[in-house]
């Protein structure tokens, strides 16, 4: 059984910064051609698509709500990923969820990963 740990959510006023972490119990979560991926979901919506990492190589893609603020990371040797969020508004308040698979088909959709933290709350007042 894979646990996927978030941490670093928390309250912040509106230009500041977070930093989520993201820790794998086992590299099996990811592995060679795996990848981890942050979504998140606000009160009453659906939940979305945030940014994901390729393990491997690093390859990274955003959605377009959160280029050129958010960086997402990793660390191989601690099976972690991050989520470096700047210039926070109060629209990214939301539930933020760490995901990861083995052989993730799309990056970017929440039914290719197999595996979920637990979410870590991010709220950004104004």
């Not at 990923?81 to 629209?91: F, I, K, R, W």
């Not at 939301?94 to 197999?114: E, F, K, M, T």
Request: aromatic share 10%.
């Amino acid at each position: 059984q894979v646990q996927l740990v978030e941490s670093g959510g928390g309250l912040v006023q509106a230009g500041g910064s977070l930093r989520l972490s993201c820790a794998a119990s086992r590299p099996t979560a990811t592995g060679s051609n795996g990848a981890m991926g942050w979504f998140r979901q606000a009160p009453g919506k659906e939940r979305e698509f945030v940014a994901a990492i390729n393990w491997r190589i690093g390859y990274t893609t955003y959605a377009d709500s959160v280029k050129g603020r958010f960086t997402i990371s990793r660390e191989s040797a601690k099976n972690t990923a991050y989520l470096q969020m700047n210039s926070l508004q109060p629209e990214d308040t939301a539930v933020y969820y760490c995901a990861a698979d083995p052989n993730p088909r799309r990056l970017g959709v929440q039914s290719s990963y197999a595996y979920w933290g637990q979410g870590t709350q991010v709220t950004v007042s104004s």
